[in-house]
């Protein structure tokens, strides 16, 4: 990620001034990138300016000025930079009702793995991105937020690179099975996303 801790600012002061102007900014940016699943899975492509708000955010709500703060929270979103060949999301289980959390989220256990891209027919499964302070070998527990990225081969990008090729984002959960379309506007930002870097 090209993001470095002198990209981010540490007078708080300063940024709750520009604050609203550059959420205003970040809404269409968001929205582009937003794709609902069905009535509860929600999920939000990043990209490197998405990234790079999320980590001032972080920096201001939780007042960091060290640098090494700083640099951990840069360290945590990095993970999630596209690539050429990398899309990633963060996925919101959208439950509404309070009482019945626990309760739908054991239901709806392992639905972190059961997302997928679906480009001209062929699939590629999403892989859960764990937290800096998780064990990779150790199962997560299905919570309302997880991180996702979708690892494609040259032909897969290729073809998504292609807005005649039909291409989807699904959940294929035995408790929950939806698909969307990528189309319009989002499926432009993505294919921006998978553009080569040097």
Not at 57 to 73: F, G, N
Request: a negative charge; aromatic letters at 4%; zero cysteines.
């Amino acid at each position: 990620m090209a993001l470095t801790v002198a990209d981010i600012t540490t007078d708080h002061h300063a940024y709750a001034e520009s604050r609203p102007q550059l959420r205003r900014q970040m809404l269409p940016v968001r929205a582009e990138r937003r794709v609902r699943v069905g009535d509860i899975v929600l999920a939000e492509f990043e990209n490197e300016q998405t990234l790079r708000y999320q980590v001032q955010e972080m920096v201001y709500t939780e007042r960091l000025t060290a640098s090494a703060d700083v640099a951990h929270e840069i360290e945590a979103y990095s993970r999630l930079l596209p690539g050429s060949h990398v899309l990633t999301a963060t996925v919101f289980i959208e439950l509404n009702v309070l009482e019945t959390v626990r309760e739908e989220l054991s239901r709806l256990a392992g639905l972190q793995h059961s997302l997928a891209l679906e480009i001209g027919g062929s699939r590629v499964a999403g892989e859960e991105i764990p937290g800096l302070d998780e064990d990779p070998d150790v199962p997560s527990e299905t919570v309302s937020v997880h991180t996702v990225r979708f690892v494609l081969t040259d032909e897969l990008r290729d073809a998504f690179r292609d807005p005649d090729v039909p291409a989807e984002l699904v959940v294929d959960h035995a408790e929950y099975s939806e698909s969307t379309p990528l189309t319009g506007a989002t499926r432009r930002a993505l294919i921006a996303d998978l553009a080569l870097r040097p």
